[in-house]
């Protein structure tokens, strides 16, 4: 007797063609309209997943054998070798990394909007005081001091 486990793909036809709709949707060989079709058709039926009109989509379209299986396999080497990525359209080389973890993500957000705002402040101050330095040599009379002093009077009088 055989210890080597019964092939489904070979015994079931639904299963073979489940199985070449996973292979060409891991290898990226669906085409984007077929793609919008399938969306729209699953948002169409929220509760059950229409798999068998999937199936049947992603089967019409024309596609090398070969080609599929190379691009299948690059996909499949690729995800054995980057766990937590997903295939992406058409094959290309590059892989769309899965979300990062919330906080690092939000840390990272918070340092960069930080960095920029300071860039920003800083080079804001700096050019208001140059240009308070120049109202001061136009008008040799303008007192740059005069505003800080107000506004520290009103302050006062209000608290």
């Given at each position: 007797m ?45 509760d059950?997943y229409?798999?068998?009109d ?17 691009r ?12 937590g ?8 080389a ?6 990062p ?8 957000r ?17 050019a ?6 120049l ?5 040799s ?19």
């Open positions: 055989s210890t080597a486990r019964p092939c489904f793909a070979e015994q079931d036809p639904t299963v073979a063609r489940v199985a070449e709709t996973a292979l060409r949707m891991m290898s990226g060989s669906i085409p984007a309209a077929t793609l919008r079709r399938l969306r729209e058709l699953a948002l169409q039926a929220p059950a229409p798999w068998s999937v199936v049947t989509a992603v089967l019409a379209d024309d596609v090398d054998p070969s080609a599929l299986v190379q299948g396999l690059q996909a499949q080497r690729d995800w054995v070798m980057k766990p990525t997903a295939p992406t359209p058409r094959a290309e590059r892989a769309v990394p899965c979300s973890p919330r906080l690092a993500y939000s840390l990272k918070w340092l960069a909007v930080t960095a920029a705002r300071a860039v920003f402040y800083t080079l804001f101050s700096g208001l005081v140059v240009l308070l330095i109202l001061q040599r136009v008008w009379g303008f007192d740059i001091y005069a505003i800080a002093h107000r506004l520290e009077a009103m302050v006062r009088s209000v608290f």
